[in-house]
């Protein structure tokens, strides 16, 4: 890593000792400082932060600059290319993020001018987050501001560049001619991955809405939010700070319990209701909906959905939250909306809001109370870029006027990190923080989650092998390199099926989905609302895996983009996985292409297992020879080796 600067036209170099770490809090962070100078005698300061999960945080200073005019300072980064196959951009915005394999060629493949950006909230050419790397070992920078930066509107501030074996990023923090006084100063970040291992508990997950789970597994229950006594998705406390639904309703779902909740809830309806529907009702609707109505129609059927007759399985509660928007009708909302709100939103009684530190510790002690109060999980949706360009908050306003956003990348990263601890402190374990990502993978903002939520763009009855391509679940949508469980909605949605053939249509592709996501290892979440995924489909195949104990310690996972040299399977458009246990292995196929016949080759000496193994295709029952294998289109096969 290196620095070029260009001053009057000229190339500066910059010389300096490699920075000297002290040691801080016991371990959990380190600090430094550094100068770099030039012939001419510019000087950058640096100050530097690290922290125990990797997280690095420069923050840069000019001294002794001179009069002239300063054209250029870009960070080149190099990296080896055969190590960096995958990149992943974010910008302030979701579903549009670029990831995958990084373009082919010579010279320069791809720059920032490419770049998906909201236009009225950032820099337009800022580029705020990037990650290079391969499935596992990767670099991301990051910055949370562009203050400090002096950066062309019409310029791609960010290039790559490949050129024998090499590619070069290059991050220009100064791209047109300016003059600086001493002081001046930028900040960025860089953290390497992989963070963290999965936690081996999370394998044991299962995600059940209904609280039916599956059989060996552990299931975390989303209940509610209207059960649990919360007026809205957007509030962050229940109804008259009355946490008795909490904690009754997490209590039935972690004993199992098939009990009647009506009377309680009737009970908390009588207490409540007039204040909640009064909030609902003040709200203008923008449409026919009648907003009171509809509030206690899903309460009730949610009834059924989260607690109705049937089996259940002992399950930890989680509920939906949203710290990226505030309810309306709440009066914290209301005092602190100077501060707290940064935006509009189409969503029936929100404002969209930013984590200044008020709303980041309101937020944090709301979360504390409904981890004391029996909610075991959290669910953070929208976890994605939005700026503030508050300048009487936190957005800055720079000595030639323009205004500079906060990103929000190091609040984010503070949320996620506060609820981790506070998890630990509450002994909340194995740890739920599921952050819903949708394809913007932050790894200083996720490194203390547990779980990631992805796939949730291009609903509806495309087979899902169409939707997603391998190098794009790699980039983003598998959170191993974070040490996160990686969960997938199914995205599953009549269009112009007739109503009578949809359940049938549903399975199959339900089918589609479990055959690109299992040989990832990637779990299917079933939410209900919407109906996503063809649970019925899903739930029989895990509960193969369960008896099967893929989540035992002693069980080894070979995921297929990890090579395999004791099985191999002839076809390129067949993904293969397999889960190692003494004496036998499962074997997941999954088929990515048209109807094919292939072959596995089993090395059976190598894997220690006898001549007369016996092969079994575990959803038919029927025993198979690996030579002569065939898939359905999208379709997969559940293989165990060994005896069952």
């Known amino acids: 890593m290196s620095w070029q600067m260009v001053v009057d036209g000229k190339g500066e170099e910059f010389s300096g000792e490699a920075p000297h770490f002290r040691v801080l809090h016991g371990g959990h962070s380190a600090s430094a400082a550094a100068v770099s100078t030039t012939r001419s005698g510019l000087e950058l300061h640096f100050q530097l932060t690290y922290e125990y999960d990797g997280f690095y945080w420069v923050n840069c200073r000019f001294d002794k600059v001179p009069e002239n005019k300063i054209d250029r300072l870009t960070l080149v980064i190099p990296l080896k290319d055969e190590q960096v196959p995958l990149f992943h951009i974010v910008s302030n915005t979701i579903r549009s993020n670029p990831g995958g394999a990084i373009p082919q060629g010579e010279g320069q493949i791809w720059d920032g001018s490419m770049l998906a950006r909201p236009k009225g909230n950032m820099h337009p050419q800022l580029v705020p987050y990037l990650w290079l790397g391969g499935v596992m070992k990767g670099l991301s920078w990051f910055t949370d501001s562009s203050f400090g930066y002096k950066l062309a509107k019409d310029q791609s501030a960010v290039r790559l560049i490949r050129k024998e074996g090499i590619l070069r990023v290059e991050i220009d923090i100064i791209n047109r001619p300016v003059r600086l006084e001493n002081g001046h100063s930028f900040a960025f970040g860089m953290q390497a991955t992989p963070v963290k291992p999965v936690d081996l508990a999370s394998r044991r997950l299962c995600y059940d809405t209904s609280g039916e789970g599956i059989d060996g597994m552990l299931n975390i229950q989303s209940i509610y939010l209207g059960l649990l006594g919360y007026p809205s998705g957007w509030s962050k406390i229940p109804a008259g700070g009355d946490y008795s639904m909490v904690r009754y309703l997490t209590e039935v779902s972690r004993q199992g319990l098939n ?44 009834i059924q959905i989260n607690y109705g007759p049937g089996e259940r399985r002992k399950s930890l509660g989680s509920k939906y939250s949203d710290p990226r928007l505030i309810y309306k009708s709440d009066e914290t909302a209301q005092y602190f909306k100077s501060e707290w709100w940064i ?103 996720f490194s203390f989650a547990t779980a990631q939520l992805s796939w949730e763009r291009m609903f509806g009855e495309t087979p899902l092998p169409e939707r997603y ?176």
């Open 469 to 644: 391509r391998p190098d794009e679940i790699l980039a983003e949508g598998i959170g191993e390199r974070l040490g996160l469980e990686s969960i997938a909605l199914g995205g599953i949605l009549k269009e112009d099926t007739p109503y009578k053939d949809w359940a049938a249509k549903k399975a199959v592709l339900t089918r589609s989905f479990l055959a690109l996501s299992l040989p990832y290892g990637i779990k299917g979440k079933n939410r209900l609302s919407p109906n996503d995924i063809d649970w019925p489909t899903v739930a029989p195949v895990y509960e193969i895996m369960s008896r099967f104990g893929f989540w035992e310690e002693d069980c080894r996972f070979v995921p297929c983009w990890e090579k395999n040299p004791d099985i191999s399977c002839s076809s390129p458009n067949v993904l293969m996985a397999s889960y190692h246990r003494p004496g036998k292995i499962l074997l997941i196929l999954g088929n990515t292409g048209e109807k094919t016949a292939f072959s596995v080759a089993i090395n059976q000496q190598k894997l220690e297992l006898p001549r007369d193994t016996p092969i079994l295709d575990l959803e038919s029952m029927q025993t198979v020879n690996p030579a002569e294998l065939t898939l359905a289109k999208y379709d997969f096969k559940i293989i165990q080796i060994g005896k069952p």
């Open 259 to 302: 009990e009647d909740i009506s009377t309680k809830l009737q009970e908390f309806i009588n207490r409540h209701d007039q204040n909640i529907l009064a909030g609902i009702a003040a709200i203008p609707s923008g449409n026919d909906v009648d907003q009171v109505q509809h509030y206690q129609r899903v309460r009730k059927n949610f």
């Open 343 to 445: 935006d509009n939103v189409g969503y029936f009684g929100a404002w969209r809001s930013y984590p200044v530190r008020s709303n980041l510790d309101y937020m944090v002690y709301a979360y504390a109370e409904e981890m004391k109060n029996g909610l075991h999980g959290v669910y953070l949706d929208d976890m994605f870029l939005m700026p503030n360009c508050n300048p009487d908050t936190v957005a800055r306003i720079d000595d030639e006027g323009e205004l500079h956003s906060q990103i929000g990348i190091l609040v984010m990263r503070e949320l996620v990190k506060r609820l981790a601890v506070l998890q630990h402190q509450y002994q909340l374990y194995p740890r739920h923080l599921q952050i819903h990502m949708t394809n913007a993978q932050l790894v200083p903002c």
